[in-house]
């Protein structure tokens, strides 16, 4: 299961493996992006909801980083956008 701020991965047997520097790319405290699939997979929603949030506009678009066409995401920018979702 991936959390937010855990360096874990989603295994098909359903336990957990630790991210290695290949996955992420985190060396030296640097956060790792997270995919689409892994922030719907953590979020409990489907691909397209993700996909359709980030094309919003205002408090209610998924902060997101564009690089060429894939999309990528910070945890701690998902962990924010929660809380301000969750203050409403």
């Known amino acids: 299961m991936i959390g937010f701020g855990d360096d874990l991965l989603p295994v098909t047997s359903g336990e957990a493996q630790p991210r290695t520097k290949a996955q992420g790319f985190a060396t030296g405290g640097?956060?790792?992006?997270?995919?689409?699939?892994?922030?719907?997979?953590?979020?409990?929603?489907?691909?397209?909801?993700v996909y359709e949030r980030t094309r919003r506009r205002g408090h209610e678009c998924?902060?997101?980083?564009?690089?060429?066409?894939?999309?990528?995401?910070?945890?701690?920018?998902?962990?924010?956008?929660l809380d301000r979702q969750a203050a409403k």
């Open 62 to 81: 998924l902060p997101h980083i564009k690089l060429g066409k894939y999309l990528r995401f910070r945890s701690s920018d998902l962990a924010d956008f």
């Open 30 to 49: 640097e956060e790792a992006l997270l995919t689409v699939r892994e922030v719907a997979a953590a979020l409990r929603v489907p691909c397209s909801w």
